[in-house]
């Protein structure tokens, strides 16, 4: 079977593509997650009084920690099946992308298994962001002044 041919048979066998499906649902499960973030936020706000970025940062570490601890009991996978891109753009997908790094070792030890395996990852994003950071800082002072 000639490679034109291949190609025409495969694609005449694919599934339909549910584009529209797939976009309403990671727009829906996105919104939750931040609609779950905000509610976090207003209790940390109203019941623990905090100000407004403290509760900000505890509203970003729980919603990681619960991201990471869903890794780690194997349903953040499932979950972002179904959910798709709505699962990964929020801070969560990060969390769970570390969780899964460090699981992936654990066979390895402390230090080299989990810990490599979080920060190699971890590592090149921190990196690019620094980088960042400093690239868009420095032309940000030499445009605009301190």
């Known amino acids: 079977m000639n490679e034109k041919k291949l190609k025409e048979t495969a694609a005449r066998h694919a599934p339909a593509a549910q584009k529209g499906r797939h976009i309403v649902t990671a ?3 996105g919104g939750l997650i931040g609609a779950f973030g905000q509610l976090l936020l207003v209790v940390y ?3 623990l009084h905090l ?3 403290q509760a900000l940062a505890m509203m970003s570490v729980s919603v990681m920690l619960i991201a990471a601890l869903m890794s780690g009991l194997g349903r953040y996978d499932g979950l972002a099946q179904k959910c798709g891109a709505g699962m990964f753009i929020p801070i969560c997908g990060f969390a769970n992308s570390l969780a899964s ?6 066979s390895e030890g402390l ?7 979080m920060f190699r990852l971890a590592g090149t ?4 962001g620094v980088v960042s950071a400093v690239i868009f ?9 301190g």
């Open 27 to 29: 727009f829906v499960s």
């Open 45 to 47: 706000q109203q019941l």
């Open 111 to 117: 230090v080299y298994g989990i810990g490599s395996g």
């Open 101 to 106: 790094s460090a699981l992936e070792g654990k």
């Open 125 to 128: 994003v921190l990196t690019y």
């Open 51 to 53: 100000d407004h970025d």
């Open 137 to 145: 800082g420095a032309i940000r002072y030499l445009l605009f002044g």
